[in-house]
């Protein structure tokens, strides 16, 4: 039988089942068996990760190749403006390499945004304020770096959507499990 879970990944969660250091994993919150994450999500960052035990869905999910697009909702210190953001929209190039344009804007504080825990640290004389990001690729802390690169480090980083799913419905540390259609 197949399984798609989305799972809304807590802040200080491994993307993993197990830790040798004993920290925080996916087994912590699922109970489902022969799943596994399609993709990872930072122990730092927040929102959804798919779980499967389809490995032809993981390997379109995670291969560059497919192009799978991703939507991060991303707090970052300062108030980036559109030629801030222009950058990321052409491609920027990091350490490993030019990366593909993104679609960014700003955008509001996300409605129903639950609190993290511990809070983001806040400096009184440095603003903070939010963008949507979205990537086709997946580069190893890619949104972080790409946001620090333009001179906008990251507070707090939220992945939204994933291809036609998003953690719309889906509680912190909570999942559900969807039919493939």
């Not at 809070?119 to 997946?138: F, M, N, Q, Y």
């Amino acid at each position: 039988m197949q399984h798609i879970l989305l799972f809304n990944k807590p802040f200080d969660v491994l993307s993993q089942f197990s830790d040798p250091q004993g920290r925080t994993t996916l087994a912590d919150y699922i109970s489902v068996p022969d799943v596994y994450a399609a993709g990872r999500l930072d122990r730092d960052s927040e929102g959804l990760l798919v779980l499967t035990n389809d490995n032809t869905l993981k390997n379109k999910l995670t291969d560059p190749e497919h192009k799978v697009s991703k939507t991060y909702w991303v707090q970052v210190e300062g108030r980036p403006n559109d030629h801030d953001l222009n950058p990321l929209r052409v491609g920027i190039t990091l350490k490993d390499g030019l990366t593909r344009p993104a679609r960014v804007s700003t955008m509001p504080e996300p409605e129903n945004l639950w609190p993290r825990t511990p809070p983001i640290r806040v400096r009184a004389h440095i603003k903070d304020s939010w963008i949507s990001l979205t990537i086709s690729e997946g580069k190893n802390r890619q949104v972080r770096r790409m946001c620090a690169a333009i001179g906008f480090p990251v507070l707090r980083l939220i992945r939204y959507r994933v291809g036609s799913w998003t953690i719309d419905g889906i509680e912190p540390g909570q999942y559900a499990e969807i039919e493939n259609k």
